[in-house]
């Protein structure tokens, strides 16, 4: 059979091993040339002819020489220019056997055999000629050649066995092509359904994300609208009704039996307002709910070091000021997605985040040794942390929600890397004061 180019059996030979059907050519060709020495010796061997020795000689030499070139050499099938050597062999002893006694031109099938399964295309074609015509001079053995007549016959017989012969070799060689290329379709089909399986796990791991962002922040939108109603209305509600009972205490004499109810009231009133406070405090993002934002910093990064077992600098500097929740809450998702795409994606050794409290603004930066990515060509937020990889993978979404959290403040992301020398994503976000509301 055929071979590719990088010198492989193509799968016709053997579906397993690449190589000729192991009964075809181990078999076969040994059952004819046993065939026909017993055929001889019992036909020749009452005569007492010489000749029968030579032709068991021949014999021996044909089964020896397919012994030895490639039975018991297997790992010689593999090898083309030891493969013509064998096959050329065995046509010149079979030649010469059928030279002697046509009789021996029903061992062709074995050569016919190893040419259609070692060869190579198109010395395959040539091979099969090659036996074509020693089996034509067999068949036609008997046809007298000293006449024009005997002659054309002669030479009508072998180029049958040829043409034959040869188109039989043509157009095997075109089903063989045909069935490699339903195989390596059958093989695309398969890769092809097993990037779409991946695509398809990747969508829905991207689709969970997707949900559980916007419930984050549906749950973030309620928190803070709730902070907001209950500042805008109880606790400034709370806030007039004391202001106003001092103001009446202030411009009035109020008479004695009052004092007691008025000061009940006062109490009520402060106790409500703390608890109105208390309550808009409560509803920070967790776990900004009961630390600054540099401690919560601190905590997600103590907890992501022991996680993955890769400490991370935590720095602040400035002077820390009061800002809204939305602009804390912003930056502490920043610095969780950040460090959730070092740890998918960067292989970093070091790992640092750094809080700036600036004039007018406040500044968060993640940053890594890792192995980086390129981002010439590549749109701003696409990419995540640490990995070049395409906008839909890594951490491309998780980057799209974090840009997006800080420039709905007014804020700016900014993405520095190169390949080998670590990634850095720096947020900033203007300050505003802590009760202001955008």
């Given amino acids: 059979m055929e071979r590719d180019v990088s010198g492989q059996m193509p799968e016709s030979c053997d579906a397993e091993q690449g190589r000729p059907p192991f009964l075809l050519v181990t078999v076969v060709p040994y059952t004819l040339l046993a065939a026909l020495v017993i055929f001889k010796v019992v036909v020749e061997w009452s005569a007492g002819d010489d000749s029968l020795l030579i032709d068991l000689g021949l014999c021996g030499l044909a089964a020896g020489w397919m012994l030895g070139m490639f039975t ?15 096959f050329t062999g065995l046509v010149v ?13 029903l061992f062709t099938p074995a050569p016919y055999i190893y040419a259609f399964t070692i060869l190579r295309w198109p010395w395959r074609l040539l091979g099969v000629a090659v036996v074509a015509v020693v089996a034509g001079v067999a068949q036609a053995s008997d046809v007298p050649k000293t006449t024009a007549l005997g002659l054309t016959i ?29 195989l390596q379709a059958l093989a695309e089909l398969s890769r092809t359904n097993r990037l ?14 997707l949900l559980a962002q916007a419930r984050e922040a549906g749950v973030l939108d309620e928190r803070q609208r709730m902070a907001r109603e209950i500042h805008d209305t109880l606790a400034q509600g709370l806030t007039g009704i004391i202001t106003q009972l001092q103001a009446a205490e202030q411009m009035h004499d109020v008479p004695e039996r009052w004092h007691r109810p008025f000061e009940a009231v006062k109490t009520l009133a402060r106790e409500s307002l703390a608890e109105a406070r208390r309550s808009v405090d409560a509803l920070r993002p967790e776990p900004l709910e009961t630390a600054r934002l540099s401690d919560a910093l601190t905590d997600v990064a103590d907890r992501w070091s ?14 820390v000021r009061p800002m809204t929740p939305e602009t804390e809450f912003a930056l502490l998702r920043t610095a969780q997605e950040a460090l959730a795409n070092v740890a998918k994606h960067a292989r970093a050794t070091r790992v640092g985040v750094t809080l700036s409290y600036l004039e007018h603004e406040v500044a968060l930066d993640v940053r890594d040794d890792g192995r980086g990515f390129e981002p010439a060509g590549l749109e701003a937020g696409t990419v995540g942390n640490g990995a070049s990889q395409p906008p839909h993978r890594g951490g491309g979404f998780g980057l799209t929600i ?4 800080v420039e709905g403040l007014s804020g700016s992301l900014r993405i520095e890397s190169e390949p080998g020398a670590g990634t850095g994503i720096s947020a900033c976000i203007p300050i505003l004061p802590a009760g202001s509301h955008t």
Avoid: S
Wanted: proline share 3%.
């Fill in 72 to 86: 018991l050499r297997p790992a010689w099938w593999e090898r083309p220019l030891i493969m013509g050597v064998f």
């Fill in 93 to 105: 002893i079979t030649a010469i056997l059928v030279a002697r006694d046509p009789v021996f031109g």
């Fill in 154 to 182: 002669f030479v009508i017989i072998v180029v049958v066995n040829i043409v034959m012969m040869c188109v039989t070799a043509w157009f095997l060689q075109i089903a063989e092509q045909e069935r490699e290329q339903r």
């Fill in 196 to 209: 779409l399986e991946a695509t398809l796990a990747e969508n829905a791991g991207l689709h969970t994300q």
């Fill in 306 to 319: 022991r996680l993955h077992g890769l400490a991370v600098q935590v720095t602040t500097t400035g002077t």
């Fill in 402 to 405: 974090m840009r997006q959290r």
